[in-house]
């Protein structure tokens, strides 16, 4: 495995192209290393035959390091398990990277690592939510950004969050930083959770520690992930839809709370 890493780590220095290096075993390294990973899938570089396994190899150790677990071999392929505050799970980073070799969706091999980290997310949560007021005004100049003029205020008014509709098709349909989508939809996570808090006038931030669960890491407000009303946005997404899921949330949890 050592092997594996340190060819992986040569090949990518070989390239000379500073912006891809280093492979410094920081969850950003991730990141430089997708990029290698997309330009090689493009044809832009040559890559070893086995670098699907050599980056899963290396994802795998950058959880490791940071997270902590260990290795295993489960079904003749090499998963991460005893992960702290995941006894249950299991992380299987090859497959994540044959997605992201599938769907080249930027940010992917990142973003399914850290979701590991419970720590991590923790924390992530807790400066994500130290300014809610100050997230929601960031939003709005994200949002002025990616669309080009001035979305207004972001009140939760069905104008606010066609803005935000339109500004996650943009975002996808554009070529913008991975840094920059990333930003604007860590601020559209805590205006639409506040906005269900407001709704019910309850409800406590949380990150879901649950290994099988699909929202695995992801920021939660009374049990429902905002990520999860927005994966579906995008530039050819029924308009509205953004507004139907938020109402979807706020109806269901009051519902729960009703009395039989």
């Not at 990333?182 to 996570?189: E, K, T, V, Y």
Request: net charge neutral.
């Amino acid at each position: 495995m050592g092997d594996d890493l340190e060819a992986l780590r040569s090949a990518v220095a070989a390239t000379a192209r500073q912006d891809l290096s280093p492979l410094d075993g920081s969850y950003g390294s991730i990141d430089r290393l997708e990029d290698y990973f997309r330009l090689v899938l493009e044809g832009s570089l040559t890559g070893d035959e086995r670098l699907p396994s050599q980056i899963a190899r290396y994802v795998g150790a950058t959880l490791i390091e940071h997270a902590g677990g260990r290795w295993a071999t489960e079904r003749d392929r090499e998963v991460v398990v005893d992960i702290p505050h995941r006894p249950r799970g299991t992380f299987d980073p090859l497959s994540e990277v044959l997605t992201f070799e599938r769907l080249g969706t930027a940010g992917l091999l990142r973003d399914a690592t850290e979701a590991w980290d419970a720590t991590q997310r923790r924390a992530d949560l807790a400066e994500a939510t130290r300014d809610v007021p100050g997230a929601i005004d960031a939003l709005r100049a994200d949002l002025r950004a990616v669309l080009g003029r001035d979305p207004g205020a972001m009140d939760g008014s069905v104008r606010s969050l066609a803005a935000l509709e339109e500004g996650l098709g943009a975002l996808i349909a554009s070529h913008a930083p991975r840094a920059q989508k990333r930003l604007l939809r860590g601020h559209a996570i805590v205006f639409l959770g506040q906005l269900l808090h407001d709704e019910l006038g309850r409800g406590e931030w949380s990150v879901c520690e649950e290994p099988r669960h699909a929202d695995l890491g992801q920021f939660r407000m009374a049990g429902w992930a905002p990520w999860d009303g927005m994966r579906a946005i995008g530039p050819r997404s029924k308009p509205g839809q953004l507004r139907a899921n938020l109402r979807a949330a706020v109806a269901g949890r009051k519902k729960a709370k009703t009395p039989r």
